[in-house]
C-alpha cells in the first residue's frame, strides 16, 4: 500500500476522496486547514482509495498517513 500523507500540521478539514474511489496521481483526497489556508493532500500514485485512516475535524501531523491508495487495483 502507498500513503497518501500530510504535508503540514492541520485540521482534516474535508474528506475529498471515498473509500474505493479511483484517483489519479495528483487528486486530492482530502483537504487539510491550517492558519486559514487550505492545503490539498493528494494522491501520490494512480489507484483506489483502498482506506482512509482520518475523520474530518481530526487533527494530524506533517507525515501522518490520510489514505490508503491501492496501485494494483485495476493494474
Partial sequence: ???ARAE???NVW??????GDPVAAGDAVA???TMKME???VAPTAGHVSRLLVDEG????EGDP?????????A
Fill in 1 to 3: 500500500m502507498i500513503h
Fill in 8 to 10: 503540514i500540521v492541520g
Fill in 14 to 19: 474535508k474528506i475529498v476522496a471515498r473509500e
Fill in 31 to 33: 483537504i487539510l486547514e
Fill in 39 to 41: 492545503i490539498p493532500v
Fill in 58 to 61: 481530526q487533527i494530524v501531523q
Fill in 66 to 74: 490520510i489514505a490508503e491508495i491501492d496501485a494494483t487495483v485495476g
